[in-house]
């Protein structure tokens, strides 16, 4: 079974930046999307930003021009770059690989705090 692998996060004033990075274990023969969510207290998860093993990427509108997903290259792996943060950019984030015609993985979630 993939498993996900997140590091990054922490604290950061508003217009600080912080990357996230999410590794897959194992290899992958299928496509797959990879991404990153969000949910913030109270709030339902919401897909942040998403890229496909093709590299087709897709953007919540609030985060357009600030954030940027990426692949790293021969890695099932993705990084998350986050500018410009704003404090209602604070939530826990969670990872989440799907692969065609397989399951969902999600990652343990790391916070991202913004704040003065």
């Known amino acids: 079974q993939v498993q996900l692998v997140e590091s990054g996060g922490g604290l950061v004033q508003p217009g600080g930046s912080l990357r996230l990075s999410c590794a897959a274990s194992?290899?992958?023969?299928?496509?797959?999307?990879m991404g990153w969510y969000r949910q913030a207290p109270g709030k339902q998860r919401e897909l942040v930003a998403q890229i496909s093993s093709s590299g087709t990427t897709v953007y919540r509108d609030s985060v357009k021009g600030r954030f940027t997903i990426a692949r790293v290259n021969a890695e099932i792996a993705v990084y998350l770059q986050m500018n410009s943060l704003m404090s209602e950019d604070t939530a826990i984030y969670y990872c989440?690989?799907?692969?065609?015609?397989?399951?969902?993985?999600w990652g343990q979630g790391t916070q991202v705090t913004v704040s003065s």
């Open positions: 989440n690989l799907a692969i065609a015609g397989t399951g969902t993985t």
């Open positions: 194992g290899s992958i023969s299928r496509s797959y999307v």
